[in-house]
Nanobody, 125 residues
Framework: QVQLVESGGGLVQAGGSLRLACVASRGTFGTSQSGWFRQAPGKEREFVAAISWNGFSTYYRDSVKGRFTISRDNIKNTMYLQMSSLEPGDTAVYFC??????????????????WGQGTQVTVSS
């Protein structure tokens, strides 16, 4: 079973940057696709970005393309989300997750089996 812990959230002004990290312990992180989701108050959890097990494939929701970059370091069992040009609409709790698949373009939370507790990102205008 994989345990995931996110860090790096915080309060930032619009236009600013943050880098989220997700550290995995135990399990098969290095052979699994991993991803980031977010959930704003009163809204459903939504897909943000994902990266295949070897980092060769990346997937982004349209609204973050060109602003967010997902990456991973399997030696450190860590996944990152570099967020730039942040907007108030990016305010949410961000969750990392790992999938049972090594590479999938599925953007549904059902494709992911293990989840972290989440880290709050707040972007002020």
């Amino acid at each position: 079973q994989v345990q995931l812990v996110e860090s790096g959230g915080g309060l930032v002004q619009a236009g600013g940057s943050l880098r989220l990290a997700c550290v995995a312990s135990r399990g098969t992180f290095g052979t699994s696709q991993s991803g980031w989701f977010r959930q704003a108050p009163g809204k459903e959890r939504e897909f943000v970005a994902a990266i295949s097990w070897n980092g060769f494939s990346t997937y982004y929701r349209d609204s973050v393309k060109g602003r967010f970059t997902i990456s991973r370091d399997n030696i450190k069992n860590t996944m990152y989300l570099q967020m730039s040009s942040l907007e108030p609409g990016d305010t949410a709790v961000y969750f990392c997750a790992t999938s049972r698949y090594s590479d999938t373009n599925s953007r549904t939370s059902a494709a992911y089996d293990y989840w972290g507790q989440g880290t709050q990102v707040t972007v002020s205008s």
